[in-house]
């Protein structure tokens, strides 16, 4: 089992759609975890923290669930520039590296 | 304005042929990182620094090196480069501790070409 699992899609969805990606991570005592952003040929940049409580960043809203071992992604009025790939990312206790999913590729479509 | 970069943006070698690629960062970050990333595929964790300290991964080939000579330069060595080589090289920094520690932040990568 891969220590960090994606859905790889491509998710095709319209503007203005709500679209949602849950990611799941292998190892319980995990500690932070993140979603990268990535678009095609470029570098991963930052989207978001994700904290236990569940936070929001304008249309995006990540959410943590311990007991099952997930994280998700909620983008809500999907944008065109919104087309990405949206990488997971989970730091284990104990270890300084981060582990990255493959990312699920997100295609917003006019 | 940039804060990590990296040099070449583009490499193209010929098999067996070595390169270095490089990674020089304005951040003071603590820890750089090196991540190998194919196409469609996780970026994979080659080898870390925090400070000085060196941590490679445990399935990183003996072929690729690298050397951080002080805190704002990093280097990748790939001894022989193979096609199985062939990749984008993201650098990448973080604090290392206190508020952030764990953020990272990329370089625009080093894609190589392996003839």
């Given at each position: 089992?891969?220590?960090?699992?994606q859905?790889?899609?491509p998710?095709?969805?319209?503007?203005?759609?709500t679209?949602?990606?849950?990611?799941t991570y292998s190892?319980?005592?995990?500690?932070s975890f993140?979603?990268y952003?990535?678009?095609c040929?470029?570098?991963?940049k930052l989207?978001?923290?994700?904290y236990s409580?569940?936070?929001?960043?304008?249309?995006?809203?990540?959410?943590?669930?311990?007991?099952?071992?997930?994280i998700?992604?909620?983008?809500?009025d999907?944008?065109?520039?919104?087309?990405?790939?949206?990488?997971?990312?989970?730091?284990?206790t104990?270890?300084r590296?981060?582990?990255?999913?493959?990312?699920?590729?997100l295609?917003?479509?006019? | 304005?940039?804060m990590?970069?990296q040099?070449?943006r583009?490499?193209?070698?010929?098999?067996?042929?070595?390169?270095?690629?490089?990674?020089?960062?304005?951040l003071?970050?603590?820890?750089?990182?090196?991540?190998q990333q194919?196409?469609?595929?996780?970026?994979?964790l080659?080898?870390?620094?925090?400070?000085?300290?060196?941590?490679?991964?445990?399935?990183t080939p003996?072929?690729?090196?690298?050397?951080?000579?002080?805190?704002?330069?990093?280097f990748l060595d790939?001894?022989?480069?193979?096609?199985?080589?062939?990749a984008?090289?993201?650098?990448a920094?973080?604090?290392?501790?206190?508020?952030?520690?764990?953020?990272?932040?990329?370089?625009?990568?080093?894609?190589?070409t392996?003839?």
């Amino acid at each position: 089992r891969k220590e960090v699992e994606q859905d790889p899609g491509p998710f095709n969805v319209p503007e203005g759609a709500t679209v949602a990606f849950n990611c799941t991570y292998s190892n319980s005592a995990s500690q932070s975890f993140f979603w990268y952003r990535q678009d095609c040929r470029k570098e991963p940049k930052l989207l978001m923290s994700v904290y236990s409580s569940g936070n929001e960043d304008g249309r995006f809203t990540a959410q943590l669930n311990r007991a099952s071992q997930y994280i998700s992604l909620l983008i809500r009025d999907s944008k065109l520039s919104d087309s990405a790939t949206y990488l997971c990312v989970v730091k284990d206790t104990g270890r300084r590296a981060l582990t990255f999913g493959s990312g699920t590729r997100l295609q917003v479509q006019p | 304005d940039a804060m990590v970069i990296q040099n070449p943006r583009y490499q193209v070698t010929q098999f067996g042929k070595p390169v270095t690629l490089s990674c020089s960062q304005t951040l003071n970050h603590n820890v750089m990182y090196w991540y190998q990333q194919k196409s469609s595929q996780a970026p994979k964790l080659l080898f870390h620094y925090y400070d000085k300290d060196f941590n490679n991964e445990a399935d990183t080939p003996d072929n690729f090196q690298s050397r951080r000579p002080n805190t704002s330069f990093c280097f990748l060595d790939i001894r022989s480069p193979g096609l199985g080589d062939a990749a984008m090289y993201l650098c990448a920094t973080s604090r290392g501790t206190g508020s952030g520690a764990n953020v990272l932040t990329f370089g625009a990568g080093s894609r190589l070409t392996v003839l």
